[in-house]
């Protein structure tokens, strides 16, 4: 890759991690691109250089966020036995919620936002890890395979409310 195209790739990553934080920080809806600007001391027409729009922003900081959960868990998948199968995933999304607060607060966020192209983005991301996760445990044998897709997933919606409203006892085994 030629060092232009290697700075371009790099400036792209920094202006989306910029759009996450400024996002989940602020909202969507109220944050601006001049903000996400400010956040990496750039101008705000160099964003439009890589993104159309600011919902296109979005668009490209929700892929990075669920690509993060996505290769996580298939990690966990490839990598540990069906025993510990569950266990490592739920370790899996701990490290990410504490390394990338700011990804699972955007991805909150996003679901309640109603543009078509928005919820077909959270619609794919959310499906992948369900399909993921589900396929997992039937192949380690796990009992009702279904049922315990549905709660893993509903532990994890909790998990992510408790840590935006601060309140850990949601989580208190």
Known sequence: MARDAAASVNR?????????EVFAEIGYFRATTAQVA???????????????????????ALEA????????????????????LESELIDAYDRIV???????LLQMQAQTIQEDTIREAMR???????????QSFRKAGIADPEGRTL???????????????????????
């Not at 792209?12 to 996450?20: F, P």
């Not at 990690?75 to 510990?84: G, N």
């Not at 991301?125 to 589900?134: K, N, S």
């Open 12 to 20: 792209k990553a920094e202006i989306i991690s910029a759009a996450i």
């Open 38 to 60: 400010e956040r990496i001391q750039i101008s705000q027409p160099y964003i439009f250089r890589f993104f159309a729009s600011k919902e296109a922003l979005l668009l490209a």
């Open 65 to 84: 966020s669920w690509s993060r959960v996505i290769e996580a868990f298939r990690q966990v998948v490839a990598t540990f036995p069906a025993e510990r």
């Open 98 to 104: 504490q390394s990338h607060r700011h990804e699972i």
């Open 124 to 134: 794919q991301g959310l499906g992948e890890v369900r399909t993921i996760v589900l």
């Open 151 to 173: 709660l893993f997933l509903a532990r994890g919606m909790l998990c992510n409310v408790s840590i935006a409203l601060g309140m850990p006892e949601l989580m208190e085994r």
